[in-house]
């Protein structure tokens, strides 16, 4: 089981209506932590609500010993999450699960993100802008107060392209349009994506936005890997209450643990229902 520390809250922002930037000081999970794992958070400071939440590690400076946090608030764990203040304490245990894998060659990424999704995803661009690669990020949200973090996201280095469901910025539709699009106009004769080394993709958002982005990067012929957003009790494996459906076994489909096994699995594992 991972260790649970005892983290001192640095500052907390909300930057947009129920959204919030927490900055917490937890050394050890700071240098241990990798993109797309998250930590199991105490929300309140009494045994009420007795769960933990899992909220995605947003950042991290190694240096500082700081793990940043962005959520949204969705009900009274998170809500009261919201409340704490500079100085307070926030019982913490991880880091917990399966990140996303860092490439270690030179390949062509693309990072798409849907409104809350860009959350493990900032943490991703973060460590590859850090090694001295850049990606092709496409976040969508349901208006233009909801790209989160896309001019923080540009001046690490990376290319952002933005997609609004009411139009109010970038392309008017959903993310995966925007990203559909892209690809489409990127394909060359053989059907593969033009360009000099191989491509791949990472997404995080809601559960219809993940399918049918695995939908298009396997007509497309792209690997990618996507983490998924599962309810969760224990944690650590244990209450089996986040399994998720995925190809393999002895049947042809298992049973995986989002909480171990992922978040974080390979696109054309997972199986959509």
């Known amino acids: 089981m991972s260790p649970v520390a005892d983290a001192k809250v640095i500052k907390q922002n909300m930057i947009a209506p129920s959204h919030f930037r927490l900055y917490l000081f937890a050394p050890e999970i700071a240098e241990a932590a ?31 010993g700081e793990v940043i946090l962005f959520y949204r608030v969705a009900g009274r764990g998170t809500a009261l999450l919201s409340k704490n203040k500079k100085g307070d304490r926030i019982s913490l245990m991880g880091p917990l699960g399966h990140g996303f894998s860092i490439p ?10 849907g409104g809350i999704g860009i959350a493990p995803l900032y943490f991703f661009l973060q460590e ?18 909801q790209l989160f973090f896309k001019d923080e996201i540009k001046n690490s280095g990376h290319r952002v392209f933005l997609s609004t469901d009411d139009g109010s910025s970038g392309y008017h539709g959903t993310v995966t349009g925007l990203f559909e699009d892209y690809i489409q106009k990127s394909i060359n004769n053989n059907g593969l994506i033009r360009c000099d080394d191989n491509s791949k993709v990472y997404g995080c958002g809601p559960s219809g936005m993940l399918k049918r982005l695995t939908d298009i990067i396997a007509a497309a012929g792209i690997p990618g890997e996507v983490s998924l957003e599962e309810r969760m009790g224990c944690g650590v494996g244990a ?27 390979p696109a054309e594992k997972v199986v959509w229902e």
């Open 34 to 64: 990798r993109p797309g794992q998250f930590v199991h958070v105490r929300c309140g400071h009494t045994l009420d609500p007795l769960l933990r939440r899992p909220v995605s590690i947003h950042a991290v400076d190694r240096e500082k």
């Open 104 to 113: 270690q060659k030179k390949v062509r990424i693309f990072v798409v993100a």
């Open 128 to 145: 590859i802008a850090d090694s001295g690669a850049g990606a092709d990020v496409f976040l969508g949200a349901a208006t233009e107060k």
């Open 239 to 265: 209450c089996l209450s986040c399994a998720c459906k995925t190809r393999g076994g002895e049947n042809g489909a298992q049973y995986r643990r989002a909480c171990v096994d992922g978040p974080v699995f």
